[in-house]
């Protein structure tokens, strides 16, 4: 249910940074969103489809860039994607708290812009 | 088709709401701790019995409900400052009704206890300019909620294993959790308390206290 407020996050930069300034039409909104972000893909969409309407959005797709759950082994350095962050190093055994490479990340990465219609 | 890049954290506005509290609180030597657990684990309880034993020190406690105003009042009637905080559709607190509170403040107090929406999930993703994240995991839960919802377990500075009292009638494996705490936060403390019985409190509040100190 968190992902109705950062869905809101979303359009409010994105106003800021275009509403009055780009004048042709948003098409795609592409996310980078890591697998341990603690949030939905699919409920970021299904809130978007329902808060672009009346906006500069109104025809713009969210393109989600899914990061994997990376990490390293604290003992031996060994690197390797994970399912969770209740792993066993592949290279050693460690099984204790690891380093996290990858995975939590959230940002809008761009925006396209349809500028030949 | 043009691109234009943004490269813009999702959570950047929360985050500087967040950092200005903070900036408000260092400024005022005021100890903040961000209290959060799954509804029912005890959260207001374990805040009135704190309350008690920190006689002479300046509390307010910011209450964090989807609706209604039943703790603010439990708070009060013990003689303590209260704000409640409603937040209707939304799972969590944020920066920004933290900072709505700050501009209604007009006294300086030595420890703001906030309690977060009652929701293993949601609030942790929400800094809210707070020293310290606390998470509560009460017996009747089981020792398997960190294994369900690992990153508040992960995020918190310290454990409050609260209804400690109940631990006859149930089945809480303490091995077991110390296993999955080692995976996701093994240096986090762990405090065992009742509020029932009022036992088990002086750890914690050996802890606050020297929180406070720390910030003089």
Redesign the interface.
Known sequence: MHEYSVTESIINILKKEFDGKEKNKIIKINLIIGKYSGFSPESIDFYFKILKKDTIFSDAELNFIIKDIALECPDCKYKFIADSVFAVCKNCGYEEKFNMISGKEFLIESVEIDDEG | ??????????????DLTALQNREYFNKNKTLVLNIMSSPGSGKTSVILETIKRLNGLKILVIEGDVAGDIDAKKIEKSGTDAFQINTY????L?ASMINKVIRKIKVKYDLILIENVGNL??P??YNLGENYKIVILSIPEGEDKP?KY??IF?KSDLLLINKIDLLDYSDFDFEKLDE?L?????NMKAVKLSCKKSTGFEDWIKWIKEKITDLA
Request: aromatic content about 0%; glycine content about 0%; charged content about 30%.
């Open positions: 088709m043009k691109k234009i890049n943004v490269m813009q954290d999702v959570l950047s506005s929360n559709d939304s799972c969590h944020n999930i949601c942790v993703e294994v690992p990153k992960e999955t080692k995976k996701l936060n093994k």
